[in-house]
């Protein structure tokens, strides 16, 4: 009966950490609630991560990430975030320390100010370093983060900091195409997750194997 209708099917929902100096996937964590959101999984993943790797980390996020508890678990252990910010988080500017104006490496103009992020009794309300990058037609990209010396960390090395996140859609990408997971090994939600994992798994030994061979032939790895 429902050969003649579009339509999906609904599996497990993980949040995947990656390191994107190595190119590899440290941890998951996983519901097999499909319509979950993902921020509640972020604890638990943190947590893990940070045992297995010492800090200090930069955490790149997107702006679903941006709520004030999650930047909250971001700073935890010293840690630093770079996140897109939301705009329904209010941010007040400090009127005490003068904005910056300056260009990218594609020649676009960006905007620095300092400022609270959050309502003035939130009690996770922190200060923060906003970056505004105009993209001519293109929706303003707007990132908060915690390296607060615009000395010592530029915007411009900020902004591309930002710009690699989509490091980790390639990973997908990969374990789509390489190891099929579009063909599903089970139709139950653990099932999915399974295999979610299992890719992800095999996605890393790939990148070991790619690895030696690129150094064996004196070339980069892509």
């Not at 020649?107 to 003035?120: D, F, M, N, P």
Request: proline share 5%; with cysteine; charged share 25%.
């Amino acid at each position: 009966p429902l050969r003649a209708f579009q339509g999906g099917l609904l599996g497990g929902r993980g949040l995947v950490a990656y390191h994107l100096a190595s190119g590899l996937v440290l941890d998951m964590e996983a519901t097999e609630d499909g319509d979950a959101n993902e921020v509640p999984l972020l604890g638990k993943l943190a947590a893990r991560v940070r045992i297995g790797h010492p800090g200090p980390r930069v955490w790149i996020a997107d702006r679903q990430f941006s709520f004030l508890s999650t930047l909250h678990e971001f700073s935890d252990a010293d840690d630093v975030f770079v996140v897109r910010y939301s705009k329904g988080i209010p941010f007040e500017r400090d009127p005490s320390r003068e904005p910056r104006q300056g260009k990218d490496g594609e020649g676009r103009s960006y905007l620095e100010e300092w400022g609270w992020l959050g309502k003035t009794k939130h009690p996770q309300r922190r200060y923060v370093r906003r970056i505004t990058l105009e993209r001519g037609e293109a929706e303003q990209i707007f990132l908060v983060t915690s390296l607060l010396d615009a000395e010592r960390y530029p915007a411009v090395d900020v902004l591309e900091l930002y710009r690699s996140r989509t490091n980790i859609e390639y990973v997908f990408q990969r374990i789509t195409e390489v190891f099929a997971l579009r063909r599903l090994i089970g139709t139950s939600p653990r099932a999915t997750l399974f295999q979610l994992s299992l890719c992800l798994l095999l996605y890393n030994v790939l990148q070991l194997v790619r690895a030696y061979i690129a150094r064996n032939n004196a070339k980069p790895m892509d």
